[in-house]
């Protein structure tokens, strides 16, 4: 929600990016001041969550009365942009991004905060940097509280703390919710919505489960679970419905999927258990489950995918993925709005240097496990390269030949 820009903070020297969430420019008094609101609140949202797979905010602000967060600049690609590259992604892979996103909503449940909007568009896979292959999950621009009845997984709450305290209320005004929604509007990407969502119910923690399988069913089949149709009143009546098409997928990692995008709420895991069951079929056989938690994407030569490359051309949603969104991928000169960012030139090339480059020690799993990941080999040249190399390495061989020849003409003369 909102255009998010490149920025340089001077005081600090460092890049960040800023949202602005909109223009309250000629906007009614009360329609400017519901969008402060919601800057703050997704604000505050945030500044709770402190997690490595969640984006930080750095500050909130406001600008000649218009709203602006600051936020945490990753250089990365959505999932949903991976898909629109490349349709599907290995089961195990999209396990492990499934976890690394459970960790962090884990974190946000015990914090009795919901996203309500997880989809591949708001999936984040860092390209560059040290964290690069890190999955963050972004936007709670629509988060709201977790009702007060529902358990909530992760920590106890501090024992000093008010009880009944809503911990997204306005801290003044002691409004709840302040996200810029009523309770009886559905808000979130139909394609993603739990079946309890789309009949209108209140969203629950579970509803967050489901919307990640959702996204992680979408990641292995290429397609939501319920389809896809340019009316959203028909998603709706499928996604109500609650009857998932029957996967192609027989890998394990499908077999967790289903369980998160279970009709009932209540036989679906919780996040903490989606995460832990994700992590254990990201793993393997070999691995440990906690590492999948914490280590970059990892192909099964051990290095990062190439297919988490810079995508910042792509510009247009994809049909097979509702709800994709376009996010700053690459450098960009400040003050331009990160989904203006041109496409590179050799998107081949710039894939194939910051696969091997950024990452051209060995990804060490294990103390054991160099026998297992391979180190990572300098990259050939490209075809036309090589090519012309070896060109130039038999007409360099025959001119030294020609020389030589002459030199024994010459001496016998």
């Known amino acids: 929600m909102g255009t998010v820009w490149l920025a340089r903070d001077v005081l600090l020297d ?41 984006t930080r905010v750095f500050d909130v602000t406001l600008d000649q009365g218009a709203p602006w967060i600051v936020l945490e600049y990753l250089p990365s690609c959505s999932l ?69 009845a529902e358990p909530m997984a992760g920590p106890a709450a501090d024992p000093m703390a008010d009880p009944m305290a809503d911990p997204m209320a306005d801290p003044v005004t002691g409004t709840p919710d302040p996200a810029g929604v009523g309770e009886d509007v559905i808000v979130g990407t139909p394609a993603y919505f739990a079946p309890e969502i789309a009949r209108g119910h209140t969203p629950t ?3 967050d489960v489901f919307s990640l399988g959702a996204a992680l069913y979408t990641a292995i089949e290429g397609l939501p679970p319920f389809g896809v149709d340019e009316d959203h009143a028909v998603v709706l009546h499928n ?36 995460r832990d069951r994700l992590a254990h079929v990201a793993a393997g056989d070999e691995l440990d489950p906690e590492l999948m938690l914490t280590s970059p994407l990892l192909a ?77 080999s300098t990259p050939s040249a490209a075809p036309g390269h090589a090519w012309l190399l070896r060109v130039a390495i038999v007409a360099g061989i025959a001119v030294v030949l020609v020389l030589i020849l002459i030199l024994l003409i010459t001496s016998v003369f």
């Open 205 to 207: 923690t579970s509803s």
């Open 300 to 376: 099964p030569d051990g290095r990062i995918p190439v297919w988490v490359r810079r995508a910042g051309g792509i510009r247009q949603r994809s049909k097979a993925v509702p709800g994709s969104t376009v996010g700053g991928l690459i450098a960009v000169q400040h003050a331009t709005p990160l989904d203006q960012v041109r496409k590179p030139d050799n998107p081949a090339l710039a894939t194939l240097q910051w696969g091997a480059q950024m990452h051209a020690e060995p990804a060490r799993i294990h103390a054991d496990a160099s026998s297992r990941v391979p180190r990572h």
């Open 80 to 148: 949903a942009q991976v898909l629109h590259m490349t349709g599907t992604l290995p089961p195990q892979q999209a396990a492990q991004i499934g976890a690394q996103v459970a960790d962090a909503m884990t974190e946000a449940h015990g914090a009795g905060i919901l996203h309500r909007d997880i989809k591949p568009g708001n999936i984040l896979i860092a390209d560059r940097g040290t964290t690069a292959g890190v999955v963050k999950i972004s936007d709670f621009g629509i988060a709201r509280a977790a009702p007060a």
């Open 14 to 54: 460092r890049e960040a990016a800023l949202k602005q969430i909109a223009d309250t420019a000629g906007l009614q008094s009360d329609r400017a001041e519901s969008l402060r609101t919601r800057a703050l609140h997704e604000g505050r949202v945030l500044s709770q969550l402190t997690g490595p797979h969640i």
């Open 239 to 274: 996604v109500a419905r609650g009857e998932v098409t029957a996967p192609l997928s027989t890998h394990p990692a499908m077999g967790v999927v289903l369980a998160m995008l279970e009709p009932d709420p209540a036989r679906r895991p919780t996040m903490a258990e989606a």
